[in-house]
């Protein structure tokens, strides 16, 4: 009798970077004077000026990231589902946007979850995670 190896992982991608992301409010102007670059935000003399890590955003009552395809929107929300996995179950809801095939089936699964009734009827803090990961 042989065993077999589980084939190996192939490498990240190289366009996959673990480098720190920033939001930055729709109204919000970047500070690029430095050669055209984002200034650094966690360095700076001045503070990070309008730039903000995702957990910063954490006192928003709604966080909407918008941007480009691939910039790392889907990683930041994975990050931030790691991070809350410690709250309760009924405190937050992932809904992969993938797996609907029409807004109906959408609608009832965010509007009409247990995990939002719960949250409407308590004085309680909800994470929801709506997000279409590229795969």
């Known amino acids: 009798m042989s065993a077999t190896a589980a084939p190996p992982r192939p490498p990240a991608s190289p366009s996959q970077?673990?480098?720190?992301?920033?939001?930055?409010p729709q109204t919000g102007i970047l500070d690029l004077s430095?050669?055209?670059?984002?200034r650094d935000p966690v360095d700076r003399l001045d503070g990070?000026?309008?730039l903000r890590t995702l957990a910063q955003l954490g006192d928003y009552p709604a966080v909407v990231l918008l941007g480009e395809p691939s910039i790392g929107k889907s990683a930041t929300?994975?990050?931030e589902r790691d991070r809350h996995s410690a709250l309760p179950p009924e405190h937050k809801v992932y809904v992969g946007l993938n797996s609907f095939s029409n807004e109906d089936r959408l609608y009832r699964r965010i509007f009409e979850s247990s995990e939002l009734q719960t949250w409407k009827a308590a004085d309680t803090h909800l994470c929801m995670h709506l997000d279409r990961p590229v795969v």
Do not use: N, T
């Not at 970077?17 to 930055?24: E, G, N, Q, T, V």
């Open 48 to 50: 990070p000026g309008p």
């Open 17 to 24: 970077y673990d480098w720190p992301c920033f939001w930055i």
């Open 34 to 38: 430095d050669a055209a670059f984002l």
């Open 77 to 79: 929300l994975k990050q």
